[in-house]
């Protein structure tokens, strides 16, 4: 059975870290990018990071740069995102997805179910 599952979202004070680890099963990430999402109560979904498989190129969005890492470990298969800096806009629930295909730009096509970050003092 093909599924992503995402482990290790929690609560969290201000400036504290969390890794959010998300294990694959069922197929092989290695050939695909793979990327986290987040989505805050009453607001859209938006890609926090994504990594290129090809050429290892990663992306972030503006809000998270320079705090959050994408990597992957493909002898465990599995993505992380280590959270750094963390600010109560980060909270939402995180979700994992891999692309059809082995660049950012070709559409997601797997999921997790997600993991709720919450950052409060």
């Known amino acids: 059975q093909v599924q992503l599952v995402e482990s290790g979202g929690g609560l969290v004070q201000p400036g504290g870290s969390l890794r959010l680890s998300c294990a694959a099963s069922?197929?092989?990430?290695?050939?695909?990018?793979t990327a986290w999402f987040r989505q805050a109560p009453g607001k859209e979904r938006e890609r926090v990071s994504c990594?290129?498989?090809?050429?290892?190129?990663?992306y972030y969005a503006d809000s998270v740069k320079g705090r959050f890492l994408i990597s992957r470990d493909n002898a465990k298969n599995t993505v992380y995102l280590q959270m750094n800096s963390l600010r109560p806009e980060d909270t939402a629930v995180y979700y994992c997805?891999?692309?059809?295909?082995?660049?950012?730009?070709?559409?997601?096509?797997?999921w997790g179910q997600g993991t709720q970050v919450a950052v409060s003092s």
């Open positions: 997805a891999v692309a059809g295909g082995p660049l950012c730009e070709i559409s997601m096509e797997i």
């Open positions: 069922g197929f092989a990430l290695d050939p695909y990018a």
């Open positions: 990594a290129n498989s090809s050429d290892g190129t990663t």
